[in-house]
């Protein structure tokens, strides 16, 4: 009986979770490319997979719902946290965990987007209040990720990328996992780098005169399906 006991207590332990585990700060930055090129707004020109040239205005996603896996695998799922990112703001680029679990991290675990629940808990506060443009009021959903420009081969020389839904048929949800290097977390900052050309490339070449203007639905998960769990890597301290 007593063995059995403190087997248990070691079972509580080991799964308790979060809470049972020293906390530190983590921030956490990140950095845009296109195809390895930094993001510079309205006047850099890129080109896509398709040969396609086309430039960025706008660029804005979320990311949600941390968690982290240690270095003997076990993972930790974090409170659930909302933040928007948005390359015209500076400040947002960088976001603050400050209960961040005190573990050697082999890996960061997110959503890129916004959880079901919430998608379907109506208009909020803070990062999902809908004066950030980034709810679908029509719909009654969140736009994961928004990326707006020109391009010449596009009809109306236009693009528009709004990446979201969560109904089976459409949902673009999904989880990012960027393995982190081996120490490189230790000061409590790492920087993760998107390569936006990944949205244009993967499972369809995205080709602007035929897929110019996504508001959800089957095209928005082309483009989820393209960058997958991997539109993150990890980029630096």
């Known amino acids: 009986m007593k063995r059995l006991f403190i087997l248990i207590v070691l079972l509580a332990v080991q799964?308790?979770?979060?809470?049972?585990?020293?906390?530190?700060?983590?921030?956490?930055?990140?950095?845009?490319?296109?195809?390895?090129?930094?993001?510079?707004?309205?006047?850099?020109?890129?080109?896509?997979?398709?040969?396609?040239?086309?430039?960025v205005s706008k660029l804005k996603y979320y990311v949600s719902n941390f968690s982290m896996v240690t270095a003997n695998g076990h993972e930790i799922t974090l409170p659930a946290a909302y933040y928007l990112v948005n390359a015209e703001d500076n400040s947002s680029t960088s976001i603050t965990i400050a209960d961040f679990p005190k573990e050697k991290i082999a890996s960061i675990k997110f959503i890129l987007g916004v959880d079901s629940a919430r998608n379907v808990s109506g208009a909020q506060t803070g990062?999902?209040?809908?004066?950030?443009?980034?709810?679908?009021?029509?719909?009654?959903?969140?736009?994961?990720?928004?990326?707006?420009?020109?391009?010449?081969?596009?009809?109306?020389?236009?693009?528009?990328?709004?990446?979201?839904?969560?109904?089976?048929?459409?949902n673009s949800i999904r989880v990012q996992e960027v393995k982190i290097p081996a120490g490189k977390s230790?000061?409590?900052?790492?920087?993760?780098?998107?390569?936006?050309?990944?949205?244009?490339?993967?499972?369809?070449?995205?080709?602007?005169?035929?897929?110019?203007?996504?508001?959800?639905g089957a095209k928005s998960v082309k483009i989820a399906d393209n960058y997958g769990v991997s539109l993150f890597s990890f980029y630096g301290i």
């Open 186 to 216: 230790d000061n409590g900052k790492i920087t993760l780098q998107a390569d936006l050309a990944d949205l244009f490339r993967g499972k369809e070449t995205i080709d602007f005169s035929a897929i110019y203007k996504v508001m959800g």
């Open 15 to 55: 799964f308790s979770g979060y809470s049972t585990h020293a906390k530190r700060t983590m921030t956490i930055s990140f950095k845009h490319m296109i195809n390895g090129v930094p993001l510079v707004l309205n006047n850099k020109k890129y080109r896509n997979e398709h040969g396609d040239t086309f430039t």
């Open 127 to 170: 990062a999902l209040d809908p004066a950030n443009k980034m709810f679908w009021t029509w719909n009654s959903g969140y736009i994961f990720l928004k990326l707006e420009g020109t391009s010449p081969q596009s009809p109306t020389g236009k693009i528009s990328f709004d990446i979201g839904g969560i109904k089976a048929a459409a």
